[in-house]
């Protein structure tokens, strides 16, 4: 589980988000570091419960690095606020449909889906929307989905994507850039006994989205 010392390392990077002060609590990151692989290995272990092919897969192939690459960003903060893992087939490396896993006080989460897929994946996951249509609504627009992640979420085209009509039963579907499900953790959460568990139920219920995803592609 998630320790209340991990919790604490991140409130305070993010007050204190400059090289002198994490060199200086470098020690802390780095024990804040190891509680979060072990999380995300328990949690792997458990996921292959649902995606048995992910066997195999480890913590160290699907974390995200804290240090934030600021060459091209307004943003010259040095590290991120928050760990984070991408798990999927392939790691945080995958191009994919997977679970990414945030841990980040006032802003833990588990999201499901596919961001900003390259021009070809969109091609091809818009065309299955539209081939598909009545297997995608039974998803997104069915009880279970919206009781867990309310709607799609994702960037979005402002006007219509190039090959399809303004007016195709399909398109405030087809206008998304990213499609993805998130369900926001609260703080106690984190800290409860049964997260892990809790974390594959919900996975469970992104599964669906996220193999008609990886039917799309492939």
């Known amino acids: 589980m998630i320790e209340k010392s991990t919790f604490q390392f ?8 400059n090289r002198e002060w994490f060199n200086d ?6 024990q804040a570091q190891q509680n979060f692989i072990f999380f995300i290995n328990e949690l792997i272990s458990s996921l292959t419960q649902i995606e048995p092919d992910w066997q195999g897969l480890t913590a160290k192939d699907c974390i ?18 928050h760990f984070g893992a ?56 069915s009880k279970r989905f919206k009781a867990y992640f309310g709607k799609l979420k994702g960037d979005q085209l402002k006007t219509k ?10 398109i405030k579907y087809l206008r998304y850039k990213s499609f993805l499900m998130m369900y926001e953790l609260e703080d106690e959460e984190i800290f409860e006994r049964n997260l892990i568990f ?10 669906p989205f996220n193999r008609f995803i990886l039917k799309a592609l492939s």
């Not at 900003?116 to 009545?134: C, F, H, T, V, W």
């Not at 809790?198 to 599964?207: G, N, P, T």
């Open 198 to 207: 809790k974390l594959l139920r919900i996975s469970e219920e992104m599964q």
């Open 161 to 170: 994507p190039k090959g399809y009509e303004k007016d195709h039963q399909m």
């Open 10 to 17: 991140l409130k305070d990077l993010e007050r204190n988000n």
């Open 25 to 30: 609590h470098k020690k802390t990151y780095q």
């Open 64 to 81: 995200f690095r804290i240090y934030r690459d600021i060459r091209f960003s307004k943003n010259k903060q040095p590290y991120k606020d």
């Open 86 to 141: 991408h798990i999927a087939k392939g790691g945080r490396k995958s191009s994919g449909p997977g679970y990414y896993i945030q841990i980040k006080p006032s802003g833990s989460l588990l999201a499901g889906g596919i961001f900003n897929p390259d021009s070809q994946q969109l091609k091809a996951i818009r065309q299955e929307i539209d081939y598909s249509s009545k297997e995608f609504l039974k998803i997104v627009e």
